[in-house]
């Protein structure tokens, strides 16, 4: 079994549609979340990031995590096209040693 | 991308060839890796650096090698290359916790 697991999809959403992608892990030692955006044939961006539990705003950008159930949570509000793109979960047990991934989710968004 | 050079961006090479993929940068960070890409595995984690001379291993790291004598430059070597290892290879850089910058990525295809 895979220390995280994520929806591959795809997911097809209506343009301003609210999205919600989510990732599990297994791995009680994760402490740092992060939430990785990928378009085709490029290198994945760093588009948010938590420490431990709560929740993080930034735009129409929110991250959360749940630690005690071992999940994490990005949404996207109001959704544009430009939005369709892969989007990795990522998490560490810090030390800078390696990030797990989940094998990512396509989302496409719908004009 | 923002400090971090991964050559070439694109090969083709036959089974049993040497091949040497270069990741460049130019941000002066300490800690370097190499993951590959795969449908279905999201981003797996091959080597890391953490300084000149020093690395470690990673998930998948049987098959490959690296090599860091300078701290911009982290070379990742196929000995021997299968097909099992055609496959996209990301760079990345950390600066933080968080601040981990992937490159553009190499397209490798092993016939």
């Known amino acids: 079994q895979k220390e995280v697991e994520q929806d591959p999809g795809p997911l097809s959403v209506p343009e301003g549609a609210i999205v919600s992608l989510n990732c599990t892990y297994s791995?009680?030692?994760?402490?740092?979340f992060m939430w990785y955006r990928q378009y085709s044939r490029k290198g994945p961006e760093l588009l948010m990031y938590?420490?431990?539990?709560g929740n993080k705003e930034d735009g129409r950008f929110t991250a959360q995590v749940d630690k005690s159930s071992k999940y994490i949570s990005l949404f996207i509000r109001d959704s544009q096209p430009s939005d369709s793109a892969t989007y990795l979960c990522a998490m560490s047990a810090g030390g800078r040693r390696a990030l797990t991934f989940g094998s990512g989710t396509r989302l496409q968004v719908q004009p | 991308d923002a400090g971090i050079t991964q050559s070439p961006r694109h090969k083709v090479t036959e089974t049993g060839t040497p091949v040497t993929l270069r990741c460049h940068q130019t941000e002066n960070h300490r800690y370097m890796y190499w993951y590959r890409q795969d449908p279905g595995h999201g981003l797996r984690l091959i080597h890391y650096s953490y300084g000149v001379k020093d690395t470690d291993k990673g998930e998948v790291s049987d098959g490959y090698s690296v090599s860091r004598s300078k701290t911009e430059d982290f070379l990742l070597t196929l000995e021997s290359a299968t097909s099992s290892q055609t496959s996209v290879y990301f760079c990345?850089?950390?600066?933080?916790?968080?601040?981990?910058?992937f490159g553009s990525g190499t397209r490798l295809t092993v016939v």
């Open positions: 938590t420490y431990s539990s």
């Open positions: 990345a850089i950390s600066a933080s916790e968080y601040g981990y910058t």
């Open positions: 791995n009680s030692a994760f402490q740092y």
